[in-house]
């Protein structure tokens, strides 16, 4: 979290609200985010098959989430039919907030819940003493949160544990985190909850349905890893070529009048390396034979996006094998130097 002294507007979730002659506190990234990006690492940590939204507004967590390749289904639900704009749980009334822990807890019963609400405790590093938005019924302090879900998780056999994003500034770390987060998991039982007979009643009306291939399904996951594939080495051929160009035009010591003589791969200065980059650094290197260019696969599996889609070498070679030209040996990907389409 960066903070700044400047006299400037206040900054909470994106909103944005005058308030001259007073310290800000910016958080980057911003804090929807950081709460977005912490369900998405636990989606990938426990590899869920179905996930639903509560309060679920524009939609953009779903977004997020679609390309996860355990996903089957992913699922949206809010008040707002036509809007869709954000109603979590501080949104509710008092009655509505009584029945959540049945119809969640009881009814849907999932082996993980994520639940995230405002900090009250927090608010008062900001320059304004009431709730953070306009339409909070109520926003609770970490105590108060607190023994509420332990009440929750008990009457629900589930289990609790709580942590938070928005990191506060230094000096002030005994408000916690501007927005806390409790992680709710289904403890096992002898026999799982029968609710089949329970099926056939719809509690929600379906708004909208789309449909997106499943990373699950081989077809679709092979589509993926090829595209993937073929975007990194296009890429490298064309950084490699970039090289071989600017080689081109260094002249000799040995042969001034002659700038051609001298024919060695390399950019004129190293540039910073890309994240997704770093991980490929101890990996077999392109090369060139004749009008050949060749990538080791063993390059390609180390891009984190192909390494997501694939796992291994060994999978990766027979996801792209009917689609890509390898060499002789099936260790590198095979494309013509010159002749490969720019774009």
Avoid at 295 to 309: F, G, S
């Amino acid at each position: 979290m960066e903070e700044n002294n400047l006299e400037c507007n206040s900054v909470v979730d994106g909103n944005v609200e005058e308030v001259p002659d007073k310290k800000v506190i910016k958080f980057n990234p911003p804090l929807y985010r950081q709460r977005y990006e912490f369900v998405k690492k636990l989606v990938a940590q426990h590899e869920p098959k179905k996930v639903a939204d509560l309060g679920c507004g524009d939609v953009f967590l779903l977004r997020m989430l679609k390309y996860q390749k355990c996903l089957e289904e992913l699922v949206g639900v809010d008040i707002n039919e036509e809007k869709f704009k954000w109603h979590g749980i501080e949104h509710f009334d008092s009655e509505d907030l009584a029945k959540f822990p049945e119809v969640v807890f009881g009814y849907m019963s999932p082996a993980m819940i994520v639940i995230s609400t405002p900090n009250s405790d927090f608010n008062s590093l900001f320059p304004y003493s009431d709730f953070r938005d306009l339409d909070h019924k109520f926003e609770w302090s970490r105590m108060e949160f607190q023994t509420w879900a332990l009440d929750v998780a008990n009457r629900y056999n589930y289990s609790v544990e709580f942590t938070g994003v928005g990191e506060p500034p230094s000096g002030a770390e005994d408000v916690g985190y501007c927005t806390q987060i409790g992680i709710f998991h289904r403890k096992a039982q002898a026999t799982e909850p029968d609710i089949s007979e329970q099926q056939g009643q719809h509690v929600y009306q379906v708004a909208y349905t789309t449909s997106y291939p499943s990373l699950q399904q081989i077809k679709y996951r092979r589509r993926v890893v090829v595209y993937e594939t073929y975007r990194e080495v296009h890429r490298m051929r064309r950084k490699y070529k970039m090289g071989l160009t600017w080689c081109e035009l260094e002249a000799d010591p040995e042969d001034p009048d002659n700038p051609r003589r001298k024919f060695t791969s390399g950019l004129p200065s190293p540039q910073p390396l890309k994240e997704a980059e770093k991980s490929t650094e101890m990996t077999p290197k392109p090369f060139c034979i004749g009008d050949k260019f060749y990538v080791p696969l063993e390059r390609i599996i180390a891009y984190p996006k192909v390494k997501h889609l694939c796992g291994n070498v060994e999978e990766l070679r027979a996801l792209i094998a009917d689609a890509v030209e390898l060499n002789c040996s099936g260790s590198a990907v095979q494309v013509d130097l010159d002749h490969y389409a720019d774009c």
